[in-house]
Each structure stands twice: as C-alpha cells, then as structure tokens.
T-cell receptor, first 113, second 115 residues
C-alpha cells in the first residue's frame, strides 16, 4: 500500500530557529514529491521535486529529495511567526494511465515570538 | 480570473441527510480533484474528474459517495445518508491538464459538520 509518512507530527520553536521537516515515502510508480503549506485555508503549493540531490529554494525555505533513500526534507531558516502552519508532503504517483496523490498527515509547526 | 470556488463554505447536516458540495474550477481548467481532510489527518485523495468523465475514483468510499463534473456547471461531490464520520473539510483542486501537480489550484474548502 502506498504511504507517505511525515515527522515530527508537531513542532514548537522560537523565532529565528531553523527547522527541518521530514517526509518519507513508499510509493509505486513515483513521479514527484510536493510540499504544501496549509494555514486555515486550502494548502498553498511550495515545491515540487522530481530529481534527487537538487535543492529547491524560495526565500528562507528550501527542500531536497533523495530518491534512493525515499525521503525529502523541508528546511525553514530564521523562522517567523508567520511560518506557523501545517506543512503537508504529498507524492504524485502514476496509476492506470493517470495520476494520484498520496498525502502525509502533516507536520504542525508553531513558531513563538 | 477568479480562483477555484467552493460552496457552501460551511455545511451542517443531520445524520441520514444528503450533503452536496460544489466546486467551480478556475476558468479554462477541465480537471478537478476532490480531497477530504479529516480532523488531525492529512489530505486524502478521493476522486479525479475531467468534464463528463470520472478518471480515478480509487479514493472514494464505495457507498454513499458520488461525484460528477458535467459539461456545464460545477463539479459536485454528493454524500448520501451522512454519518458523523463524514464530518471533515472537503477540498477541491483544479488543473488545466493532466499530471501537473504544481499547477493544481485549491479551493477554500467546504467544512461539513454532521450532527
């Protein structure tokens, strides 16, 4: 059965700290791995990763994929209170001529002022 | 260009009633995905539709749930005879074409509460 596991489930840090969120997966016919940030509304897309070892960056956020060890990490440096959210990892997999998405349960990040 | 619209935003139903959730994709998008987010859990894929076709419904419960995306009008997720366990946030996403996860745009969700 396809699965995506995120850790930790929740995390509390202080502003300025650096955090690393983990996502491991076991999926047949992997296509890509995606990170989303979810606040009180719908998830917003952060990164899509398809190749191992290539870091993607956006401001203080960065992410990398290891397709051999089947995991990805999302780093947030110099955290701010606005980074408080649930971070979702999802894997896109090919299935029967189409695609599906398997989501992890998310990591709940709380950044304290 | 309006984003993905979902209505209602909040829906309260009593056990045994029917719930109808609507999703209007972004203009020009012909692919719609429905996800369910249970409290304290991640998003779970339910169904993927193109206009007038169900492409993948592997995440849909076998009973009581159905989805459609007619030629005209919004996509509809219907839940018949709702039970308390159906209480969740239901998100719709749309995409202009197949398999482009990074161009999936999410709606604000419908929060269903079953009393």
């Amino acid at each position: 059965e396809d699965k995506v596991v995120q850790s930790p489930l929740s995390l509390v840090v202080h502003e300025g700290d650096t955090v690393t969120l983990n996502c491991s997966y076991e999926v047949t016919n992997f296509r890509s791995l995606l990170w989303y940030k979810q606040e009180k509304k719908a998830p917003t897309f952060l990164f899509m990763l398809t190749s191992s070892g290539i870091e993607k960056k956006s401001g203080r956020l960065s992410s990398i994929l290891d397709k051999k060890e089947l995991f990805s990490i999302l780093n947030i440096t110099a955290t701010q209170t606005g980074d408080s959210a649930v971070y979702l990892c999802a894997v896109e997999a090919a299935t029967s001529g189409t695609y599906k998405y398997i989501f992890g349960t998310g990591t709940r990040l709380k950044v304290l002022a | 260009n309006a984003g993905v619209m979902q209505n209602p935003r909040h829906l309260v139903r009593r056990r045994g009633q029917e719930a109808r959730l609507r999703c209007s994709p972004m203009k020009g998008h012909s692919h719609v995905y429905w996800y369910r987010q249970l409290p304290e859990e991640g998003l779970k894929f339910m169904v993927y539709l193109q206009k007038e076709n169900i492409i993948d419904e592997s995440g849909m419960p076998k009973e009581r749930f159905s989805a459609e995306f007619p030629k005209e009008g919004p996509s509809i997720l219907r839940i018949q005879q709702v039970v308390r366990g159906d209480s969740a946030a239901y998100f719709c996403a749309s995409s202009p074409y197949l398999g482009t996860a990074e161009t999936q745009y999410f709606g604000p969700g419908t929060r269903l509460l079953v009393l």
